[in-house]
């Protein structure tokens, strides 16, 4: 952690590269050797960077990318990323000649939606497209037989479409009763019945159905929060066949450090009031990176030993009761560990009362990010993209 210098702040973010790897390589050896790992990198790889994970991960063996939009394709393809890139989410029709010409990969949704693509659609493109079929997340897809066979003649007969996949998503995978689970289960594998051709890539598994539901794993499965070392739920953690480890921590340097006599009061409010004498400390990070006001009473790790933070979070920065007097410059952690103690991203999505997905989403791009591979700091160039 002392080797940066290349941004003019102390806080920064670090994403352990060798541990997403060993994520993907460890469910991937749970998993058949023919079912395709797709990699999910959707909002900045769960804030991870797409770029960077991206790579690891292909290196680790996935052999597609997932991302929820267009744009975030685009950005893969303009860093360089060659392989297969999906767009989850719907795209406009207008945008298609863009996706055909980059290669990217888009999700059919509904028959007015192709209808208006091959509208737009040159007349000697070429588009990969991957049926999404609705069987309960209620969000988007395909969800009549009458549709889906619809499509699949549409598909048929242009032959500027390909017909690359079809795909579902589970609404309750993450959690033990899996009886609606199965419900959506059985309704894709009856969509399925109804085409006349199957395609290349079936596919339904995010990261929990990947690793608990290995009747639904069809030839590929879309990986994203168990690859960045969380577990998709509190409730399936313990049952995970696989160990994973966290790959994103948080760090600071105290700037400032003071003793405050008893009576003297802390930030906005000036409502925290030292009940005797203390040494605080101050953090230059606050809720405009992300560590949100919310986080008020949260510990951070100074020298091994938790310190909560006091008084209210600032936008830039934020204070923290010392266990004892610290030199400037002394490391904070704010997730990650030190010594023998650790600050779980679970931790502060309970302090938050939210899922472990949206912590590493929402430390803001203001937030540095350095990258760890082999144990060096590398990629120095990329981190502030
Ligand atoms: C985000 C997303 C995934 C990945 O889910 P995880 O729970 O992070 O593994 C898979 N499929 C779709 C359609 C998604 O939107």
């Not at 395909?142 to 795909?167: F, M, N, P, Q, T």
């Not at 929060?225 to 049952?239: D, F, K, T, V």
């Not at 979070?313 to 650790?342: F, N, R, W």
């Amino acid at each position: 952690m002392e080797e940066q210098g290349f941004f003019y702040r102390d806080t920064w973010a670090e994403v352990d590269l060798d541990r997403i790897k060993n994520n993907v390589k460890g469910i991937k050896g749970h998993l058949p050797e023919d079912v395709e790992f797709i990699a999910v990198v959707k909002a900045n790889a769960y804030g991870h960077g797409d770029l960077q994970v991206a790579e690891a991960a292909l290196e680790a063996g996935a052999s597609m990318l997932a991302v929820a939009f267009m744009d975030e394709a685009l950005a893969l393809r303009n860093k360089g990323i060659t392989a297969p890139i999906l767009v989850l989410g719907a795209s406009r029709p207008g945008d298609v000649n863009i996706a055909a010409e980059e290669g990217i990969i888009l999700t059919v949704f509904q028959e007015e939606w192709l209808e208006k693509a091959q509208e737009a659609l040159k007349k000697d493109a070429k588009l990969l497209l991957h049926i999404k079929i609705d069987t309960g997340m209620g969000r988007i897809g395909i969800r009549s037989a009458s549709e889906l066979k619809a499509v699949e003649k549409i598909l048929e007969e242009d032959s500027r479409l390909l017909l690359h996949g079809i795909y579902t998503h589970f609404a309750t995978a993450d959690e033990l009763d899996d009886s609606y689970f199965n419900r959506q289960l059985g309704l894709f594998k009856e969509m399925l019945s109804f085409l006349e051709k199957q395609p290349p890539f079936i596919h339904g598994s995010n990261s929990a159905a990947a690793l608990m539901h290995p009747d639904a794993r069809f030839n590929a499965v879309r990986v994203g929060i168990a690859m960045y070392g969380l577990a998709p739920s509190m409730e399936i953690a313990p049952e995970l066949p696989v160990e994973i480890q966290e790959a994103f921590t948080l760090h600071s340097r105290i700037v400032h450090v003071k003793k405050l006599e008893k009576g003297e009061k802390v930030s906005y409010g000036a409502t925290y009031e030292a009940s005797e004498e203390i040494w605080v400390g101050t953090l230059p990070i606050g809720y405009a990176d992300g560590w949100i006001r919310r986080l008020q009473g949260q510990e951070v790790l100074v020298d091994g030993k938790r310190s909560p933070i006091i008084g209210r979070i600032c936008m830039d920065q934020c204070m923290v009761k010392l266990p004892y007097e610290v030199p400037v410059g002394t490391i904070a952690t704010l997730i990650g560990s030190q010594g023998q103690e650790e600050i779980s991203i679970n931790e502060i999505a309970s302090k938050l009362e939210t899922i472990n997905y949206e912590v590493p989403c929402i430390i803001s791009s203001r937030v540095p990010r350095l990258y760890r591979q082999n144990g060096e700091v590398v990629d120095l160039n990329n981190s502030l993209l």
